[in-house]
């Protein structure tokens, strides 16, 4: 469990894709699964009015494939996992996606940080810069881990009429995105972004079951 709060022992698995495949689909999923949904029944039996504010707009099973499945997962895990392993690209791409939902939160808010990302996209153009931004997020890798973690999470309350929640319930609500984005971050450096997206995708389509047939 220590790797879970500390990214820098986080290893790298060096098995082959069907032993990552087993370990992937098996034990992280299953445990990610088991925590996210009783974490979920154990909120809405704790406070009935988070579900009934639930307003994901997703109504038959074939929506929830193609936007659930296919496309939430990619999008997500290239906004928040992508640049846990920094480079100059994925730090853009995953921060400029991030800039762009920011404005869930206010237009300012999303102002405020498509500047920031112009700021560090001409910044690491340089080299010197790079090595500075770059020796900055290893050296800080856990706190960014744990930053991304956060967001991931309250970025969903975007599923929620936020005006039927009362604000003291709003980190509750999102306890089962935090979950996962443990889960999901861990698989994304110790296996690699797809496993992430795979681990993603595998988590909403149980979820998705469960919803609509269950």
């Known amino acids: 469990m220590k790797q879970i709060f500390h990214h820098n022992r986080i290893q790298k698995f060096k098995g082959n894709n069907w032993e990552k495949a087993f370990l992937v689909l098996g034990p992280y999923l299953v445990i990610d699964l088991f925590f996210g ?3 979920w029944y154990g909120l809405i039996w704790l406070f009935p009015v988070i ?14 494939i193609i936007i659930g499945v296919i496309m939430a997962p990619f999008l997500e895990e290239t906004m928040f996992r992508l640049f846990l392993k920094f480079s100059r690209a994925r730090f853009n791409i995953s921060f400029f996606l991030i800039a762009l939902s920011s404005f869930v939160f206010s237009k300012v808010a999303g102002c405020v940080m498509l500047g920031l990302w112009l700021v560090f996209a001409i910044s690491l153009l340089y080299r010197r810069n790079y090595i500075s931004i770059q020796y900055f997020w290893l050296r800080n890798r856990v706190v960014v881990f744990w930053l991304i973690v956060l967001f991931f999470g309250l970025i969903h309350l975007d599923n929620y009429d936020l005006e039927m929640i009362p604000w003291y319930l709003y980190f509750p609500t999102v306890i089962p995105q935090l979950i996962g984005g443990v889960f999901l971050g861990i698989v994304r450096i110790r296996f690699g972004f797809i496993w992430a997206v795979l681990l993603h995708a595998s988590y909403n389509l149980v979820a998705f079951i469960d919803l609509f047939y269950l």
Do not use: L, M
Request: glycine share 0%; charged share 30%.
């Open 37 to 39: 949904i009783s974490s």
């Open 51 to 64: 579900e009934e504010a639930d307003q994901y707009p997703i109504e038959t099973i074939t929506e929830a």
